[in-house]
């Protein structure tokens, strides 16, 4: 692989809860850092809403040496305000492409079919995953047609003022036409439904003669978590306060690191040019500091069970042994990742 990255949310925006709430440029300067030093990358996906702290990430990125993939995300819109969203962040893009020229890429969207309005029945992507008629209209295909209409309009926005190289992070219910984009992506996860067939699921993408990046995969750090790829979410009942595990989880970070470097090995030997780990951090838990404080006394298990990051959060306010600086400590994952980029 020639891209050797890691994911790195700015401030993702679900159902209005900011899952990096604190944004502290001092924290997000060393955690770049630490990223290109320690992790061995040199490359990062910067995701986020807020094209504000997108933009001082990028900075600090490119700076120390990173190549930065700018997936600015607008979830559960209309997609005309998508649009328009995205062609503010093709302007603060391009001015960093006009000073770091082959150092930045530009992704429209992110599994777009899910995290828009208009494609499924729902409000919001946990409505549209659990509608009644999503698997009929997604195994007729009913939204490919909308989707690669609304991609065609974004990559012909974006293109007016990025000059740079512009790819998609689509999922696997979208056949997506590649040919207005420079690089194919996907977030491709691996779960027990796809082990033994996941090489083939990435040749998928190897023939549209263009290079392939894998912009987001991973696993949760509990055991069974390799089972359930991107769901591995779904082992809490999140509607009920607090949320309750649905069954016993036993914390494991060795099943982490142990599936995300089979999941490199794999990307890597199959000629993927580009993967991006999900993720280095997860902060918080979505909330305002008042209602995230209650939240976490009131839970009764470990919320790093279904955390992809690679490193684990002290959401009490401590910080790690190895990086004191820091409130956070690094998982086993995190040596999995840095050995193998180290070495690859």
Known sequence: MNRKGVCYDVGRVMMGRNWRPNFDPKIVRRELEIIKNDLHCNAVRLQGLDLGRLEIATADALEGG????????MWDQEP??????LKDGALVAEQFRQRWPRRIVFSVGSEVTLFTQGFFEGRNVLERLNHPTFWETAKAGKQNAPLNEFLRQAVS????????????ASVGLESVDWAPFDIVGVDLYRDKRTRELYPNLIKRYLGFDKPLANMEFGCCTFRGAEDLGGRGWDIVDWSTTPPQLKANYVYDQSVQAGEVAELLRINDEAGVDATFVFTFVEPGAGLED???QQLLKAINFDLDLVRYSLVKSFLDGGHGSRYPDMPWEPKESFRAVADYYASH
């Open 80 to 85: 005309g305000e998508t649009l328009r969203y």
């Open 157 to 168: 926005s974006v293109r007016k003022i990025f000059q740079g190289p512009i790819t998609y």
């Open 66 to 73: 990173l190549e930065v993939w700018f997936s600015p995300e």
């Open 290 to 292: 008042d209602m995230e």
